[in-house]
């Protein structure tokens, strides 16, 4: 589900940096999904919009006892993530758009990161409640703070702090309103600058 270009060059930059901060932010992220998905100890797991496979690396090194499959359109991020696992996970290439016919469904589907970079976030949503069995796991920036970090980084600070290419902007409480529509909320997860849910399909999300 990877934005043009996005996964290969931010995403990696994101993970790979130096900095302190932003390191302790992104492992406390990685633990915070981690202890989502144990609470229901899912057997299969599908990470859409994977990227480079980080988080799928930090599952398969926390020990999580289930078959994992990533998905991403990026080709370069595929490559990426295959090297990083290995045999480990399956890393597919394909648009999200393409998976309607995929032969089975997860008991998670994970999107992190992915629908602040979507014109129809509702029609992803959509999907989403169609390759679950059990649970969704969502993720986005919380805004206004996640641009107010950039800000105080002086980074995108002609555009306030906003990533160019996020198109959808979400507070804790609009995007928890967002999901609503379509999901019931099970928990949430302690990741600030990102607003982190796991939630259960509504009955009538289960078809796209």
Aim: with cysteine.
């Amino acid at each position: 589900m990877t934005a043009p270009g996005r996964r290969a060059s931010g995403n990696l930059q994101k993970h790979e940096t130096g900095n302190p901060a932003q390191r302790y932010l992104i492992d406390r992220f990685h633990r915070e999904v981690i202890r989502l998905l144990e609470m229901h100890r899912p057997g299969s797991v599908l990470d859409l919009g994977c990227g480079e496979g980080f988080v799928l690396e930090a599952l398969l090194e926390a020990g999580l006892d289930a078959s994992l499959v990533g998905v991403d359109r990026s080709d370069t991020a595929v490559a990426h993530a295959r090297e990083r696992i290995g045999s480990r996970a399956e890393i597919i290439c394909a648009d999200v758009r393409d998976l309607r016919d995929l032969p089975h469904t997860f008991d998670v589907v994970m999107m992190l990161e992915v629908l602040e970079h979507l014109d129809d976030p509702d029609a992803a949503l959509r999907l989403l409640g169609s390759l679950t069995t059990g649970h969704v796991l969502l993720s986005v920036p919380r805004e206004p703070y996640f641009r107010g970090m950039n800000l105080l980084r002086l980074k995108n600070v002609r555009r306030w702090g906003s990533d160019p290419e996020h198109v959808q902007h979400w507070s804790r409480s609009g995007f928890e309103r967002f999901v609503e529509n379509r999901f019931s909320i099970v928990a949430r997860g302690r990741a600030f600058p990102w607003t982190l849910l796991l939630l259960e399909p509504r009955p009538t999300t289960v078809e796209v």
